[in-house]
């Protein structure tokens, strides 16, 4: 089975690259979007690269990378009623939604901003230039391999 790539938003303030680096590993708690948890459950492996990236930030983009550490399982957090997260249609028995586990890779330098990657032409087929919204999405892994190169050298 091949690896796949992926890139993943979280607001700065809310956990950043550095955060992650701080704790080795988290989970992924909290994506209430159905297009995003049906990538998380049915699509991520273990192992996969991720592209770590700084959304609502001053620049928004790439901070960094990780890995999945732990596939698709159902977040507790939608049953917990205490949790921001918690959603009273979702059924243990019958999760509505899942997240990963990742783990930390790398923090770069700098960000690799959102206005330097839609200036490369190879990367103005990405889902993040086409439908910057979606907080979890695929990319290539030439994609990643040009963010990465980008990021160790901002």
């Given at each position: ?103 930390f890779v790398e ?48």
């Amino acid at each position: 089975m091949s690896k796949s790539y992926w890139l993943m938003k979280s607001e700065e303030d809310v956990y950043s690259i550095r955060d992650l680096e701080r704790d080795g590993r988290t989970s992924w708690e909290g994506v209430r979007n159905y297009e995003a948890r049906n990538l998380m459950r049915d699509e991520m492996k273990a192992g996969d690269e991720v592209l770590f990236y700084h959304s609502n930030a001053k620049p928004a983009g790439v901070a960094g990378l990780a890995r999945v550490a732990r596939e698709g399982y159902p977040d507790p957090f939608a049953f917990d009623e205490k949790s921001r997260y918690f959603d009273p249609k979702s059924d243990p028995d019958e999760p509505r939604w899942f997240m990963v586990d990742l783990e930390f890779v790398e923090a770069f330098p700098g960000v690799v901003s959102l206005e330097a990657i839609k200036s490369l032409a190879e990367l103005r087929e990405m889902t993040l230039v086409k439908r910057a919204r979606l907080s979890v999405q695929p990319v290539t892994k030439e994609e990643f391999g040009i963010i990465r190169k980008m990021g160790r050298t901002v």
